[in-house]
């Protein structure tokens, strides 16, 4: 704004999103995502269980959940820890919404040379080396048979 003010000639340039380029990469349709969330590093009187509620909200519409892994200080949550901290929201909260039979996308690297993506469920991937960060997890909901077909196809962490 204050650019335009001062008549500097401004030009907005369009980048690359985690958010645009995770569906295309899973082969997932984007319409088919509900709303995001981000999981956080658990503390001793801090554990938000909000991850949890927008998943169940998500997976009652049948729609994907992109789930965005936290960043502390130097330290960048990996899948296996989010996994872990979603199956203890499901202990406490009880509404079989999160469970090791769950299918997943584990997205690692989008972007780079070395970019993979994992596919199956919570309990196939939970103890999986995913490699170096970063990552980023979808929930998914209802799969078209076309998008089931891509994951089975491309989610074994084949190089993208």
Not at 67 to 75: A, E, N, R, T
Not at 112 to 124: A, H, L, P, Q, Y
Not at 132 to 143: D, E, R
Request: proline residues 5%.
């Amino acid at each position: 704004i204050e650019a335009k003010k001062r008549g500097i000639d401004t030009k907005i340039i369009h980048n690359a999103s985690i958010i645009s380029a995770a569906p295309s990469m899973a082969g997932l349709q984007n319409y088919k995502f509900g709303r995001s969330t981000s999981i956080l590093f658990p503390e001793e009187k801090f554990f938000p269980l909000t991850p949890y509620d927008v998943i169940k909200e998500n997976l009652e519409r049948g729609l994907h959940t992109l789930v965005f892994l936290d960043i502390k200080d130097d330290k960048l949550m990996s899948p296996n820890e989010a996994l872990k901290i979603l199956l203890k929201m499901e202990k406490l909260r009880g509404d079989n919404i999160f469970t090791e039979e769950n299918k997943i996308v584990v997205l690692s690297r989008i972007g780079t040379e070395d970019s993979r993506i994992f596919f199956g469920k919570v309990g196939e991937l939970l103890n999986l080396d995913f490699g170096p960060p970063p990552h980023t997890i979808i929930v998914l909901g209802k799969l078209h048979f076309m998008e089931e077909e891509y994951l089975k196809e491309f989610g074994n962490a084949t190089s993208r």
